[in-house]
Structure formats: structure tokens, C-alpha cells
């Protein structure tokens, strides 16, 4: 999930806090890289347990309207003539995962769907009417239905309502930043379970090891450190130009990208030149793109021109 291109994203996204503040502090900056990436390890786990609150929802609310004399009248209906999310077996095997549970009591995350069952409530609405329940209920009941249907309803039914990304922001005003990458990487997860293991299913580590944390901080402690060295490097690029007329945020995507270029030998200037571009796109203004790859690419040519003429 963590992989070097969200490490790059968090690593602008604490750089230009930075550069940004009049006081900026670097061994507080240190430990705010550290907490990002904590905050995206904290959302996977969190989807993980989405889909157990989302069978516990089922469940509860199944046995509510037998109670009622007219059950078709809930507006969940729909969802509760069959039993399939309260069966579901994926989600009971992470009901029962000792990994996923003992993760959250640790993070003291384990209050999160609790506080928030209006949201599972609102997916759980909007699922009733999508295609892919339709599917799952007319289909095989099997375990790989069930895994599909938990994938289905990650992908399509939490990326882009506004309702889940309202919920998750009030417990980390961070977590939409994240949504994306946690569902892909629960989904990816949920894609190496098997029947046979149930709730000893292993979750996929957040990373492959320590070394993609220490290639964050060795990025934005270098950043810190020598941005008037990279400067140097930039502003002769500038052509009539001067530093304090970029944006910070323009700055510091090209300041960071400069910087892995000097700092990682094994990392293809091309690839980092990409990589920055991705995110300029995201972050920057609309014509600041096209300014930034430009910039980058004369760096890039500058510092590594074989590698640069390779490209091509």
C-alpha cells in the first residue's frame, strides 16, 4: 500500500508545510512524516473493518424488521430479503482475524464504525440498489461470490460518497487523501484469501520493510537541509524568472524531486521526473504543469543526460 509513489506524495505534502511556515521546524517535520504514514496504515485496517461492520449492520437490522408488522416499509428492505451480507464469509473471517482486531485495539481505533454506523447505514442504503448486489443475490453462493461482492463494495460503493468520506474525515481530517490507495490495497488483501484458512487469512503488510520509511525521511530531511543548494540548481533554469516568483507548492514539488535526483543514485532520473510530474498535476495549478515538467526535465537533462537520452 505504502509504496515510493505515496511516500513521494506525503513527502510534498510535509515539505511544503513546511516551506510554507515562517517557522518551520525540521525534527517536527520528521515526526509528522512518520504520523502520515501511520494515518494511511490506520485507513487500510479501517476498510478491513468496514465490511465486518457492514455484516454486523445486516444482521442487527434483519432481526429488527422481523419485529415490524409492515418490514417492507424500511428502507432497507431491499438489502435485508436476503441474507447474504450477514452470511458473508469474508467479512466473518475478518470478524474473527486476530490481526486485524489486535491492530485496532492498539491504534484505539476499534470505536470508529461504532461512532459512525450512520455511515455503513448510508452504503448499505446505496447498495441495495446497485447492480452488483443484484448479481451477488441472484448468484452462486459461494466463497469467491463473497469475495467479490466485499471488492465490489469497496471500490464502488466507498470511493466518491460523500457520506463515507464526511465519516472518515471527522475521525482524520487526512484520510481522504488516502481513501484511494487503502481501498486498493484492502481490495488487493481481500484477492489473496482463501475458504480454507478463514480467519487465519494473513493480511498484506503496509510495507515491504523499513527501508521505504527510512527513503522518506533521508527525501525530506535532504529537502530541508540543501534547499538552497537546489535552488542554486534551479534558478539559473528559470529564464528571466527568480525563485520567490514560484509558488511554494511548485517549488517544493521541484525542490523534492531535485533532491531525489541527487540523493538516490538507484532511482532512473526519468522515473523521478514522472513520478514529480504525477503530482504536480495534482497539486499545482493547471498551468503550473506544464511549467514544472519543463523545469524538471532541464534539471533532469542536466544532471544525468545519458539517462535522460535514453528516455527518448
Not at 25 to 40: K, M, N
Not at 172 to 184: E, G
Not at 191 to 211: A, S, T
Not at 303 to 310: D, R
Request: contains cysteine; negative net charge.
Amino acid at each position: 500500500m505504502i509504496n515510493r509513489s505515496l511516500l513521494r506524495i506525503k513527502s510534498v505534502q510535509i515539505l511544503y508545510s513546511y516551506f510554507v511556515s515562517d517557522c518551520g521546524d525540521a525534527e517536527r517535520t520528521d515526526e509528522e512524516l512518520g504520523e502520515s504514514i501511520s494515518r494511511a496504515s490506520d485507513l487500510y485496517y479501517c476498510v478491513l473493518q468496514f465490511l465486518v461492520e457492514a455484516r454486523r449492520y445486516a444482521e442487527r437490522a434483519a432481526e429488527h424488521i422481523k419485529c415490524l408488522e409492515e418490514p417492507e416499509n424500511d428502507p432497507l428492505y431491499g438489502l435485508l430479503q436476503s441474507n447474504r451480507i450477514s452470511n458473508n464469509r469474508v467479512a466473518r473471517m475478518l470478524e474473527e482475524n486476530a490481526e486485524l482486531r489486535e491492530y485496532l485495539e492498539n491504534r484505539d481505533l476499534s470505536w470508529v464504525w461504532e461512532i459512525h454506523r450512520n455511515a455503513v447505514r448510508d452504503v448499505l442504503m446505496n447498495v441495495q440498489n446497485e447492480e452488483y448486489f443484484k448479481r451477488y443475490v441472484d448468484g452462486e453462493d459461494s466463497f469467491e461470490s463473497d469475495i467479490v461482492f466485499c471488492r465490489h463494495l469497496l471500490q464502488k460503493s466507498l470511493i466518491g460518497n460523500e457520506e463515507f468520506e464526511q465519516a472518515i474525515e471527522e475521525v482524520n481530517i487526512y484520510w481522504n487523501d488516502d481513501l484511494f490507495n487503502a481501498v486498493a490495497f484492502a481490495v488487493k488483501t481481500l484477492k489473496h484469501f482463501n475458504g480454507q484458512d478463514g480467519e487465519n487469512n494473513k493480511l498484506m503488510p503496509v510495507m515491504k520493510g523499513i527501508d521505504e520509511i527510512e527513503y522518506a525521511r533521508r527525501l525530506v530531511r535532504y529537502t530541508i537541509a540543501n534547499n538552497k543548494k537546489i535552488d542554486e540548481k534551479i534558478e539559473p533554469l528559470l529564464k528571466g524568472w527568480n525563485i520567490e516568483r514560484l509558488s511554494v507548492m511548485d517549488l517544493t514539488v521541484v525542490r523534492a524531486a531535485v533532491a531525489e535526483m541527487l540523493v538516490f543514485d538507484d532511482i532512473h532520473v526519468a522515473v523521478t521526473m514522472n513520478e514529480y510530474i504525477e503530482i504536480a498535476k495534482a497539486y499545482c495549478g493547471g498551468n503550473s504543469v506544464q511549467f514544472v515538467s519543463g523545469l524538471l526535465y532541464s534539471i533532469g537533462k542536466e544532471l544525468a543526460p545519458l539517462e535522460m537520452k535514453s528516455r527518448k
